[in-house]
């Protein structure tokens, strides 16, 4: 069983302020995935990251995959209380066509 | 134009009781999802299909039964529903199996088991 842990769990901080958050694995994807949730919706795409070693840019968030295809990280710039949500990565297994998602990351950011 | 709609938002329900979700894609999209999202918040996928074919099922209790009368509809019917199904329920679409493909996920339904 492929299993993705997301750290930290929770995450509250005030609005400026810089974060990461760190998705791992011991399993190979052949892609990786971040979305955010907010209450009461469904996930939404943030970025696709393919390639070992790639890195994505998109406004103050900056993704990570690992050099492994095994890990991923989310940093965010300057947190802002729109950043607030649940994060989730999701890695691509292409031999089952599936996404596996992570245990999230619970960031709140406060004024 | 929502991209992904699903019916009921909520749904409460006794236990042992039988209920169905349904889900419409507007996107045009070959593969439909359906996603168990639980208390803590873990997002496990269900089944899966592929122009109305199944392709995932994910050692799920045959309680549970999709079925997929068009390319745009992925339905949800649940038998004899147990305290622990309890939960999230999202549908999702893609154009493509799983990849670098965008998942578009519906608003969920939430099921709560008395």
């Known amino acids: 069983t492929q299993l993705l842990e997301q750290s930290p769990q929770f995450l509250s901080i005030q609005e400026g302020e810089n974060l990461t958050v760190y998705c791992n694995s011991s399993s190979v994807f052949s892609s990786l995935q971040w979305y955010r949730q907010e209450p009461g919706e469904g996930p939404v795409l943030l970025v696709t990251v393919v390639t070992g070693g790639e890195v994505k840019k998109l406004k103050r968030l900056t993704f990570q995959f690992g050099d492994a295809r095994k890990d991923s990280s989310l940093h965010i710039t300057a947190a802002q209380p729109g950043d607030t949500g649940l994060y989730l990565c999701?890695?691509?297994?292409?031999?089952?066509?599936?996404?596996?998602f992570g245990t999230g990351t619970r960031l709140q950011v406060t004024l | 134009d929502t991209a992904v709609s699903q019916t009921p938002k909520y749904l409460v329900t006794q236990m042992g009781n039988d209920k169905s979700i349904k889900c419409e894609q507007n996107l045009g999209h070959d593969t439909m999802y359906w996603y168990k999202q639980d208390s803590k918040k873990f997002l496990k996928i269900m089944f899966s299909?592929?122009?109305?074919?199944?392709?995932i099922n994910e050692t799920v209790p045959n309680r549970f039964s999709p079925k997929s009368p068009d390319k745009a509809h992925l339905n949800l019917h649940i038998n004899s529903l147990e305290l622990g199904d309890s939960a999230v329920y999202f549908c999702?679409?893609?154009?493509?199996?799983?990849?670098?493909?965008?998942?578009?996920f519906g608003p969920g339904t939430r099921l709560t088991v008395l």
């Open positions: 299909y592929n122009n109305k074919e199944l392709i």
């Open positions: 999701a890695g691509v297994d292409g031999t089952a066509s599936k996404l596996t």
């Open positions: 999702a679409s893609s154009q493509e199996r799983p990849g670098t493909d965008t998942q578009y």
